[in-house]
């Protein structure tokens, strides 16, 4: 009860800046949950469809891979698609390689979509905390000019004290934001390598065995 209490009195004696660095706060944690349930579900859908490709790829079973890809969601498997349907036209490595890396490109932006904003939100919850601490501070100057002069320090102490709450709570709202943000950030790149890593076994794997069907031709 005392802890409630405390933190009560912390966001009333703020003032009204303390709702909007909230709600700031809100709209950034309910950004980063989004954020970090989708690349999990992103990581665990493209893991699970190179376990399921990557024996289709080695034994040469284009049908069901093009099958496969069509009705996954992952990002592999699209990008997989993208190298199958080349190769079909045609066999150079560079072609394949520049259809994977289309592929790799177009699914960055959905991996990173809404994580900047995080960043941002927590540049305004400090300047908002700032804003409201410096519109205090004009507000005790202003009572303190009007007070009994035997009153002026006390006043004075207390309308700073309360007037700082809020660049404390600014500061209390935008540092798990950026924290998150690092974190959100680097999960995304580290998808993001799995996946090209995944593209570069896929490619070389395609490569290998078109050319050893190529020697097996010429050997006929």
């Known amino acids: 009860m005392d802890t409630y209490t405390s ?20 709209i950034g944690m309910a950004i980063a949950i989004e954020r970090w349930v989708f690349l999990k579900k992103a990581l665990f859908t493209n893991q ?10 080695t034994s040469k079973n284009m049908m069901q891979i093009q099958e496969y890809a069509n009705n996954s969601r992952s990002a592999i ?21 520049s ?3 289309e592929g790799i490109l177009e699914t960055v932006p959905r991996l990173s979509r809404r994580t900047n904003y995080l960043s941002v939100l927590a540049n ?30 006390t006043l004075l102490s207390e309308s700073i004290s309360v007037a700082m709450n809020t660049t404390a709570f600014g500061l209390m709202a935008a540092i798990p934001l950026l924290l998150i943000h690092s974190l ?23 490569v290998k065995g078109r050319q050893g069907a190529v020697t097996r031709t010429s050997d006929a």
Do not use: H, W
Request: hydrophobic share 55%.
């Open 124 to 153: 305004i919850a400090t300047l908002l905390g700032l804003l409201g601490t410096i519109i205090g501070l004009i507000a005790a100057f202003t009572a303190v000019a009007q007070a009994d002069p035997a009153e002026k320090a």
């Open 77 to 97: 498997a699209r990008i997989l698609l993208a190298a199958v349907e080349t190769m079909q036209t045609s066999p150079r490595r560079d072609d394949i390689q």
């Open 7 to 26: 933190v009560t009195t912390f966001f009333q004696s703020g003032g009204t800046f303390m709702y909007p660095i909230a709600l700031v706060l809100i």
């Open 184 to 206: 959100l950030q680097n999960k995304t790149v580290a998808i993001v390598d799995s996946i090209e890593m995944a593209g570069l076994k896929f490619l070389n794997t395609m």
């Open 99 to 101: 259809a994977m890396q």
């Open 48 to 57: 699970k469809a190179y376990r399921e490709l990557l024996p289709l790829l």
